[in-house]
T-cell receptor, first 110, second 117 residues
Framework: LAKTTQPISMDSYEGQEVNITCSHN???????ITWYQQFPSQGPRFIIQ???TKVTNEVASLFIPADRKSSTLSLPRVSLSDTAVYYC???????????FGAGTRLAVHP | DADVTQTPRNRITKTGKRIMLECSQT?????MYWYRQDPGLGLRLIYY???????NKGEISDGYSVSRQAQAKFSLSLESAIPNQTALYFC????????????????FGDGTRLSIL
């Protein structure tokens, strides 16, 4: 199972774009890159998932380069409500086992 | 996710007591999971079940047991609680492997905060 590495914390201001990069050097051919968001006292919530190139939904965009050894979660125009912990995970490989690291704690300031 | 309900939401108990945490879901998913989260850390998998007759240990199953009473219900038991089992416990569900890639998103409940004195 591929291990991921992401920054421990980030700070931003309302209205800015935030990019959180995750490295996953040992990603396997069948693995997908998946991001979850967690607010205090709540369970993680699925945000976005991708395999290659770019994926966009109503919440975020996910950029994955050709070698797939890293990925970047992009949150456009963040607000205070985007303050949360963001987890990057690699899933697949035959069964749906999630391995959560410590995540990136994003603080959005007024 | 309101479709995944955990009870109780909070529990304080004493060392040595038997505790059961319950999880029910209305999403119709076959797969269910139990995780624990300690302050400042990510989630660690305790047990998971791919259907009613399937139970598997996760990375930290010692001191815990589970029961899958029905597709919609998955309970976690601490047979004899100890203080280092104080944590936030999450239940999650996911759809079955659809073929092509086993990457179905997991849906989490809001957790049970368990304190063992």
């Amino acid at each position: 199972l591929a291990k991921t590495t992401q920054p421990i914390s980030m700070d931003s201001y309302e209205g800015q774009e935030v990019n959180i990069t995750c490295s996953h050097n040992n990603i396997a051919t069948n693995d997908y890159i998946t991001w979850y968001q967690q607010f205090p006292s709540q369970g993680p919530r699925f945000i976005i998932q991708g395999y290659k190139t770019k994926v966009t939904n109503e919440v975020a965009s996910l950029f994955i380069p050709a070698d797939r050894k890293s990925s970047t979660l992009s949150l456009p125009r963040v607000s205070l409500s985007d303050t949360a912990v963001y987890y990057c995970l690699v899933v697949g490989g035959g069964y749906n086992k999630l391995i959560f690291g410590a995540g990136t704690r994003l603080a959005v300031h007024p | 996710d309101a479709d995944v309900t955990q009870t109780p939401r909070n529990r304080i108990t004493k060392t040595g007591k038997r505790i059961m945490l319950e999880c029910s879901q209305t999403k119709g998913h076959d797969r269910m999971y139990w995780y624990r989260q300690d302050p400042g850390l990510g989630l660690r998998l305790i047990y998971y079940s791919f259907d009613v007759k399937d139970i598997n240990k996760g990375e930290i199953s010692d001191g815990y047991s589970v029961s899958r009473q029905a597709q919609a219900k998955f309970s976690l038991s601490l047979e004899s609680a100890i203080p280092n089992q104080t944590a936030l416990y999450f239940c999650a569900t996911s759809d079955s492997y659809q073929g092509g890639a086993d990457n179905q998103p997991q849906h989490f409940g809001d957790g049970t905060r368990l304190s063992i004195l």
